[in-house]
Nanobody, 125 residues
Framework: QVQLVESGGGLVQAGDSLRLSCAVSGRTFSRHAMGWFRQAPAKEREFVSGISWSGTTTYVDSAAGRFTMSRDNAKNTVYLQMNNLKPEDTAVYYC???????????????????WGQGTQVTVSS
């Protein structure tokens, strides 16, 4: 059974940085695309970033240039380095795994079959 466990969230000030981690177990991690999503109160879950099985990354426009997603296949972990955080980045951040093999990372939440429990990121102004 696949498990995804996020960590690294917290309360920071605008302009600060955070690095989120998502540890995956129960799958041959290196074959799967991964995604980061976020959900703010009273808003729909939003795609933030994705990384293909081969390491190609994609970002939502609001994150491009500030966020960097990476993967360490030896550690079965993906990361989201978030720099120059803004109050509008405040949300619960979720990582997700696409069960299909060797694909680019989709941006639709419905394409992902496994999710972590989420980690809260709060950015104060």
């Amino acid at each position: 059974q696949v498990q995804l466990v996020e960590s690294g969230g917290g309360l920071v000030q605008a302009g600060d940085s955070l690095r989120l981690s998502c540890a995956v177990s129960g799958r041959t991690f290196s074959r799967h695309a991964m995604g980061w999503f976020r959900q703010a109160p009273a808003k729909e879950r939003e795609f933030v970033s994705g990384i293909s099985w081969s390491g190609t990354t994609t970002y939502v426009d609001s994150a491009a240039g500030r966020f960097t997603m990476s993967r360490d296949n030896a550690k079965n972990t993906v990361y989201l380095q978030m720099n120059n955080l803004k109050p509008e980045d405040t949300a619960v951040y979720y990582c997700a795994l696409d069960e299909r093999y060797m694909r680019n990372a989709p941006s639709a939440a419905t394409e992902y079959s496994s999710w972590g429990q989420g980690t809260q990121v709060t950015v104060s102004s």
